[in-house]
Every structure is written in structure tokens, then in C-alpha cells.
């Protein structure tokens, strides 16, 4: 791809004229541009620089580049899939940069991080990085950009201790793990000045994200995307999305969604509002209202995520009229008890409803999101969820109807952290397939071995850095990664311990030193209340 990509770009924001001696930065999304542009968070992140006169800002992706600096000073990578390390590993070494922070010397760049995956756990990632911002990005970006001012014409080390000081910024060589018969013994901040814990950024306006640029080019051709609730209120035990980036905050209709909306409808017809639980913003039936108006006929609009009890006949016959064919909800089981084990405040009555509304308001699709291997989950919880799927195609008939289902995976930060994978939802996988597929219903499953090597990245410690590094010479199976094991037997667990093994709630946590929004008391009480 040639980098006549960017002309096609339409700008919702002012770049500034960079200073004379503005920080020469490069900020790299480690995928294609098509995926990278389609990312809201890397957006505003970029758009941030880009507005700040102290810094000159080259976009990076794997396929294409702007002009970039000769001697960058900071190279920053927004993370949002853990397989992208292996093009982070790559962006480096084609920037001529040492893959391992421990290798960088005062002539290299700091190379920063953020995003989801390394708010979560950064630990697998850890040696890669000089810097990991946690959180949100909205004041520590620029935190974190006026603490690399102070010491910029500092050695390496004295600028990584003063950015260790600043809320948010985890400095990973700053803290010292240690290990005792192949388990976390403890991990501590080098000396006292460096802070014990790192304390992940919440960002609490009521102004929130929406694009900065709109491209012909993005994964979702020419979308205006529009931030309109951060996190979930729901607390499903299991959910990074709810978990990690609580409290549930939402934008002011008046404030940030409706001049946003209005901004984007400047340069395209295309509207996605996104976040973890959109139609529980308490405005969001006047936000509608908004948006139908007669002067917005031909705006195109995509809901990121309905709560199945939202689903009522206005919302399906809104998205209809707006070039939705199909809705997605997520019941993640047709058992009511594995529902109420995760804290999935919803019945089969409601989900039955759904489809209903959907079919009166005139969506054709629905799809309904499952999971198997959910803790404590018995076949018969799964012959529910067949039962469910039957009973919902009886009700709404005509609508069709496909399942799509992913296997549990555990999640730093949340209270299901300490759970390993069924290695049985392999089979039940299948099974479901094999049932729903006699009853004409499309099921999707995702794929059992990606799900192990998620909850491998999503569980994994510091150890596994060199696994990273040779994994990605081998391909991205799950046989390349046992490949690895066998090659670093001694130095590190075996795959099942990090996958399948349930851990004990005693254990030293990889980010037990990363403060996420609950603290690990209280997400031992939430695990409590579901097994006790
Ligand atoms: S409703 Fe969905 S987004 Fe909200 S906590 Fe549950 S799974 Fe997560």
C-alpha cells in the first residue's frame, strides 16, 4: 500500500505546526491501516499528538507509513489484539530499533505503549517496552508527554525513573519479580522512590471519543465513530469490558454526542456508536430520536452492542430503516443458572422477546452470542442452550437465526481471573454445532486453539517474553507455542498452568503490582458470590 492512502483522509481536527524543536515521535499501530484507522482509540491518541505543537507525530502501520523521523525519540504502539506482537517485534526491527527494552541504549527511542491489551495484563509484552501507559489515555497522554519534557535531554535511566513517577506510567524495568519454585514470589519496584503499585487512569468527564478522521479506506468503509457509553454497569463476571475500565460512565447527549454527531455528518453518512453497552445510556431513546430526524434519512447506523433486554420493536425498526439488517446480542448461555454463576442478569423469556421485536421491527438476522467452557458448566447447561435456540426460532419464525460462540477465557482484573479453560469446551463446541446445525440454525464457533493462546497472553507473566520471541519464527498455532514450551522446559510453567490450570486465589498475580479499578480483595468477594 502506497502512502497516497492518507490523501483520501478526511480530518475532524486541526493539526498543529510542529515547533522547531518538537519531539520527533513515531505512533505505530501494529496491523494494516485499514485496521489501525478503524480504531477509535488510535485515532485519538494520534489526533492528540498530532494538536500539540511540542511534538512531530509520523503515523506508522505494517503496510504503510508517513514520512518518519530519522532519529525518532519516542515510538509509541496502540494494542488492541494480543497476536499483534508479532508486528510490534517487526515494526522494531525495520525502525532499527532492539527488540528488548534491556538492549536499548541512550541513542534509542523510548518505545511507550497502551491500549487494551497491555491495560489489562502487559506482563507477556513487558520486555518489549521502555514505557506502558494504563488506562485511559484522555489526561495521562499528556502526563506522560510533559514528564518526557523535563528530562528529555536526560540519560535513559533518570527519564525512566522520573516517568515512573507519574500516575498511570508503568516503567516494567523498574520492577523486580523474583520466583520461587516456579511460582510469582513477589514483584517489587526496585527501590523505594519508584511507586509500589501503578495505578491504572480513569478518565471522569462526560465528554467522550469520537473519530478524528474519516477514510474510504477504514475496515468499516467511511464510519464516524461515536463514543457513547465507557464500560458496562453489569459486572458479568467474566467481562474484561466491564471490569477494567469501571465505573460505567456515559457521554452528555448535549455536550459530546449530539456536536459530535453532528461534526462527522459534515463528511460522511455513516454513524457507528460504539461501547461495551450502548443502549444503557439513559438517554439513549432521545439520542434516537435525534437521530432520526428527517433531515438525517440516508445516515447509515451500526450499533456496536445492544443488552438483549433493550431490544425493543422502535430500536429494530430504526436500524431497519437505516441499513441494519441484523442485530447481535449476547446471552452467552441458555442456562439460567451458568447465567446467574456469571451474573447475567437476563432470562429466557426476555432473550425470546428479543427476537421477537427484532422479526415486528423488521431485521431479518439475529445473532446471539454463546459461550462454552464457562466455569462450572455441565452438559446439561448445554442442551439448555439448544433448547433456548429451539424455542426462540418457534417464536419468532422467519427470522433467521445464527449462533456464534466463543470458549471462556480467563481475564486479569476480573473475578473470574483465577478460573483456567475447560479443556472439554473443545468438544462442546462441536456438539453445539452439530445440534444447532440439524435445526437449521448457522452456529460459528470461534476457534478452540486461538481462544488457549488468548488466555495464555491474558494470564501470562513476564517469563514468557521469550516464548514470544521465538513463537513468531514458528507461526501462530497452538503447536508453534508448545514447540516453544519444549524448547524453554525449565525456565517457565508448562502451557497448561498459565491455560488450563484453576489458579489458587493465594497466588502472586503476574499484574499484582497494576492497580485495575477493583481491587483483588473485592474481586475474591465477586468470585465469592458466585461459588459460594
Ligand atoms: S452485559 Fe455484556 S458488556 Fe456488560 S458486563 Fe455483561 S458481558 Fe460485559
Not at 456469571?342 to 427476537?355: T, V
Not at 517457565?492 to 492497580?515: A, C, G, I, K, R
Amino acid at each position: 500500500m502506497t502512502a497516497s492512502v492518507f490523501l483520501s483522509e478526511r480530518l475532524l481536527f486541526t493539526p498543529a505546526t510542529p515547533d522547531a524543536d518538537a519531539i520527533p515521535t513515531i505512533f505505530a499501530f501494529p496491523n494494516e491501516y485499514s485496521v489501525g484507522i478503524t480504531s477509535l482509540g488510535y485515532q485519538v491518541v494520534w489526533a492528540t499528538l498530532a494538536m500539540r505543537s511540542d511534538v512531530q507525530v509520523s503515523r506508522l502501520f505494517t503496510d504503510t507509513h508517513e514520512h518518519l523521523p530519522r532519529n525518532p525519540e519516542l515510538v509509541g504502539f496502540s494494542m488492541s489484539w494480543e497476536l499483534d506482537y508479532v508486528n510490534i517485534l517487526q515494526l522494531l526491527e525495520f525502525l532499527k530499533i532492539p527488540i528488548r527494552a534491556s538492549a536499548r541504549s541512550d541513542k534509542d527511542p523510548l518505545i511507550f505503549g497502551g491500549g487494551p491489551v497491555l491495560t489489562a495484563n502487559p506482563e507477556p509484552f513487558a520486555d518489549f517496552f521502555d514505557v506502558i501507559l494504563l488506562g485511559d489515555g484522555e489526561n495521562l497522554l499528556g502526563n506522560f508527554i510533559e514528564a518526557y519534557q523535563d528530562v528529555r535531554y536526560c540519560e535513559r535511566l533518570p527519564q525512566l525513573r522520573r516517568l515512573a513517577q507519574v500516575p498511570g506510567v508503568y516503567v516494567p524495568s523498574l520492577y523486580q519479580v523474583e520466583y520461587e519454585s516456579g511460582f510469582i514470589k513477589s514483584i517489587e519496584p526496585i527501590d523505594g522512590e519508584i511507586p509500589s503499585l501503578v495505578e491504572k487512569q480513569t478518565y471522569r468527564g462526560n465528554v467522550l471519543s469520537a473519530s478524528t478522521v474519516v477514510t474510504p479506506q477504514a475496515a468499516w468503509e467511511n464510519i464516524y465513530m461515536v463514543e457513547v457509553v465507557r464500560s458496562c454497569p453489569e459486572m458479568c463476571r467474566f467481562c474484561l469490558a466491564s471490569y477494567l475500565t469501571l465505573p460505567f460512565r456515559t457521554a452528555s447527549l448535549e455536550d459530546s454526542l449530539i456536536p459530535a454527531i453532528e461534526r462527522g455528518l459534515t463528511v460522511t453518512d455513516r454513524i457507528g456508536l460504539l461501547g461495551a453497552s450502548v443502549t444503557q445510556h439513559p438517554e439513549f431513546d432521545t439520542l434516537l430520536d435525534y437521530i432520526i430526524q428527517p433531515k438525517y434519512d440516508g445516515v447509515r447506523l451500526s450499533i456496536a452492542s445492544v443488552r438483549t433486554n433493550t431490544v425493543t420493536v422502535k430500536l429494530a425498526k430504526i436500524l431497519a430503516q437505516r441499513d441494519t439488517r441484523s442485530l447481535t446480542i449476547a446471552v452467552e448461555s441458555g442456562s439460567p443458572r451458568l447465567r446467574q454463576f456469571i451474573n447475567k442478569k437476563l432470562n429466557n423469556d426476555e432473550i425470546i422477546q428479543a427476537a421477537v421485536n427484532a422479526l415486528a421491527g423488521g431485521l431479518s438476522n439475529l445473532k446471539l452470542y454463546g459461550m462454552v467452557g464457562i466455569p462450572s458448566e455441565e452438559p446439561a447447561d448445554l442442551e439448555q442452550t439448544v433448547a433456548m435456540m429451539r424455542e426462540i426460532k418457534k417464536a419468532a419464525p422467519g427470522l433467521r437465526l445464527t449462533m456464534g460462540c466463543s470458549t471462556f477465557v480467563p481475564k486479569a482484573h476480573t473475578p473470574f481471573q483465577w478460573f483456567g479453560v475447560n479443556p472439554q469446551a473443545e468438544k462442546r463446541l462441536k456438539w453445539l454445532q452439530k445440534q444447532l446445525s440439524s435445526q437449521g440454525i448457522e452456529f460459528r464457533p470461534e476457534s478452540y486453539n486461538w481462544s488457549v493462546i488468548q488466555a495464555l497472553l491474558s494470564r501470562g507473566d513476564r517469563r514468557l517474553s521469550h516464548l514470544l520471541e521465538l513463537t513468531r519464527h514458528y507461526g501462530d498455532s497452538q503447536g508453534s507455542y508448545r514447540r516453544a514450551f519444549k524448547e524453554l522446559r525449565g525456565t517457565l510453567p508448562d502451557l497448561d498452568f498459565y491455560v488450563h490450570t484453576n489458579w489458587s486465589t493465594d497466588l502472586v498475580l503476574p499484574w499484582s503490582h497494576l492497580q485495575g479499578p477493583i481491587p483483588q480483595a473485592t474481586l475474591q468477594k465477586h468470585l465469592a458470590s458466585a461459588t459460594g
